[in-house]
């Protein structure tokens, strides 16, 4: 698996823990989902991932987004 799969599987997975948790406890968890979005939106123009940067640590190949 690339970086860029890890880090959108990641994200997706946190978006919908985040849903699920909102529904069950509080509506505050939605922040994370909010933290998320906001993290993905400022990668995609400043090119610095910190979840990419884990991942290439932990050996995940890169990809064409995040090398």
């Known amino acids: 698996m690339n970086v860029d799969k890890v880090v959108l599987a990641l994200a997706g997975t946190l978006v919908l823990v985040s849903l699920v948790l909102s529904q069950m406890f509080s ?24 979840a990419a940067m884990i991942a290439k640590a932990l050996g995940a ?4 987004a995040f090398r």
């Not at 968890?29 to 400043?46: D, E, R």
């Not at 190949?61 to 064409?64: L, N, R």
């Open 27 to 50: 509506p505050w968890w939605l922040l994370l989902a909010a933290f998320v979005g906001a993290n993905m939106l400022q990668a995609s123009f400043t090119g610095f991932c910190p």
């Open 61 to 64: 190949k890169p990809g064409q």
